[in-house]
């Protein structure tokens, strides 16, 4: 990796978070995802029907269908973009841990700062039995994390994941 190259530090990093949480049984939840991507997919849908009908029924006959057809676009792609903002946030992982007695909600999201080499990582938990969602952060430096050939120090990595997560798990006393 190399190290001057900020998002692709990050992009390792918020990998390699993923995995952690993977690793330790919890199951990543598609949904948020799935949701954009219907959106996305319903706005293509809307502009493929406009060219189709474009097609066999050249423009004056097909006005007001493509007007139709462009304001749905419109109103798809803004509901996309409002989904995002207002509730997948600076989400990049969304798990769940399910159990006989609750089910566990898992998010992260991660924030590095221009002209910073903090990479700044958030985790928060939630049971759904205690409402209250428990978050822990964590800021660390590159320098550790990567060495002079770029390579990625994982296992070091891990040990600050493994750590974040104590914080926030259902096991630890300190809420």
Known sequence: IDRWDAAALRNALDDSAKKYLTSRSVNEDFHYTDIRLGLAITACLCSVLALTVDYFFPYPKSHHFL???????????????????????????????????????????????????????????????????????????????FDERGEFNESGFHAEMKSLVEKVSPKSKKQ
């Open 67 to 145: 007007i139709v057809c462009v304001a749905m676009y419109f109103v798809l792609m803004t509901a996309q973009t409002a989904f995002v903002i207002l509730f997948q946030k600076n989400f990049f992982f969304f798990g769940v841990t399910d159990s006989k007695v609750s089910s566990h909600k898992w998010r992260l999201s991660s924030d590095l700062r221009r002209f910073e080499n903090l990479y700044n990582l958030e985790l928060q938990f939630e049971d759904t039995k205690q409402p209250p969602a428990r978050t822990a952060t964590m800021s660390i430096p590159f320098s550790p994390l």
